[in-house]
């Protein structure tokens, strides 16, 4: 046996957040990983954040970030919940010609335009610090070759484009995207124009939401090869972590709630998340005042699918935690028979048809927001949906029997939530 057999090869991403070093993960060929915090962010006191556990404010964050985080397969999930879910990840995966769970090759290929102001740099061998290595042998990164072709049957596909003169391109070369652009879904018909309907009820609400947009397939280029249905639009959201080249930092309840993405429907309740918002956002009450608006209109609009990974803070200084703009707002209830609940417990209920104030005010309390200072705005949405939305969804381009399957759902919700529409509607 020769001497070397015994050594552990590693390769090492160097992760940096605006343009200073967080630290270093190391990748184990046997699938172990493992995140290590430079001593210089460690002790900077001015550090932008990474996540809202290593905040100075947050408690604990700097036991936390004492020791490494280590995991096997799963990053630890506030890197796992940077990467993309489902169809999306089957696709990069079989392009890697890597499993699906190797989530440390996914990650470095993804590095460059991850969701927030992470970047994650693969280092050459010499570059890594002997105290990351240790007794381990830092080796080169294979070449990710994502040339090859794809086909997949496939849910609902996201992509980041750039857009330009009308046009929107697969970014490369380290550009930015500055679009979410949705294609159509093999399996939820008209999906984008769910999406699109969803999302401009809410802003008439009162919802904080980004630009939105439906785009002409011909319009979206060098596409990788996915199956698409007899469709013509894609739904486009623009990017609130993007200002031209300038990244935002951002994450997700999952990350800051450190659970993975599979646990983001049963590990958390809507308190949990209202407690963080109140309690560490830079405008805490009016994020809490937004975070409740958004509650209702969910369940107003038949959104089963406000789960954790649907809610996210977003650090416009580089700092302090603010609830982001709304994303992910659907109409689910017209593709699921049956649908009768909301994604998280709200106030010791989950269903949409016995959801009552009653509730809120619980939730409320649980979460220690005062029910005062979030009434008005609980009636401020019920007066301006009831006022605004049964004329705009006449000219909103929702599936037609998709738009009866909303009504009828308005008209089952509990009196001080209904939703009357006019008979000749």
């Not at 919940?81 to 995966?93: F, H, S, T």
């Not at 381990?136 to 330009?164: H, P, R, V």
């Not at 490369?172 to 999906?191: A, M, Q, V």
Request: charged share 25%; hydrophobic share 35%.
């Amino acid at each position: 046996m020769r001497q070397n057999d015994h050594i552990e090869e590693i390769s090492v991403l160097k992760l940096t957040l605006h343009g200073k070093l967080v630290g270093y993960l190391a990748g184990f060929k046997n699938g172990r990983n493992v995140l290590s915090f430079a001593d210089e962010f460690k002790s900077d006191s001015s550090r932008p954040t990474f996540s809202l556990i290593t905040h100075q404010s947050f408690p604990n964050s700097e036991k936390l970030m004492s020791e490494p985080w280590a995991k096997n397969q799963r990053l630890h999930p506030v890197l796992s919940n940077l990467l993309p879910e489902g169809a999306l990840r089957d696709l990069i995966a079989q392009g890697l010609k890597t499993h699906i769970d190797n989530e440390f090759q996914i990650f470095s290929y993804l590095g460059n335009d991850l969701p927030g102001a992470l970047v994650a740099t693969p280092m050459e061998p010499h570059d890594v610090p002997k105290s990351i290595h240790g007794k381990a042998k830092a080796i080169k990164f294979e070449d990710n070759d994502q040339k090859n072709k794809f086909s997949l049957a496939g849910i609902q596909m996201k992509f980041s484009m750039k857009e330009k003169d009308g046009r929107y391109n697969l970014t490369k070369n380290g550009e930015l995207g500055d679009w979410i652009i949705k294609t159509p879904s093999t399996k939820h018909k008209h999906l984008p124009l769910n999406e699109y309907t969803a999302m401009s009820l809410a802003a008439l609400a009162g919802v904080n939401i980004p630009d939105i947009k439906l785009i002409e397939l011909d319009k979206l280029d060098n596409l990788p090869q996915i199956n698409l249905p007899d469709e013509k639009l894609a739904f486009a959201i623009k990017r609130f972590d993007r200002d031209g080249n300038t990244r935002i930092h951002m994450e997700d309840f999952a990350q800051v709630l450190v659970k993975y993405p599979h646990e983001k429907y049963d590990s958390a309740n809507y308190e949990q998340v209202g407690k963080v918002i109140y309690n560490f956002s830079g405008d805490s009450l009016s994020d809490a005042q937004q975070f409740a608006r958004r509650l209702l209109v969910n369940i107003l609009l038949a959104n089963g699918d406000a789960h954790l990974k649907n809610w996210s803070l977003l650090y416009q200084d580089q700092v302090t935690p603010r609830l982001s703009p709304a994303y992910d707002i659907v109409t689910t209830s017209v593709y699921i028979d049956n649908e009768t609940k909301y994604a998280l417990n709200l106030g010791k209920t989950k269903e949409w048809y016995s959801v009552t104030e009653e509730n809120f005010q619980h939730w409320a309390n649980k979460s220690g927001i005062p029910w005062r200072a979030l009434k008005p705005h609980i009636d401020d949405t019920m007066e301006k949906v009831r006022t605004l939305w049964p004329e705009a969804l006449k000219d909103l381009p929702m599936d037609e029997e998709h738009k009866n399957k909303l009504k009828e759902h308005w008209l089952k919700l509990q009196a001080h939530f209904r939703i009357e529409t006019p008979a000749i509607f």
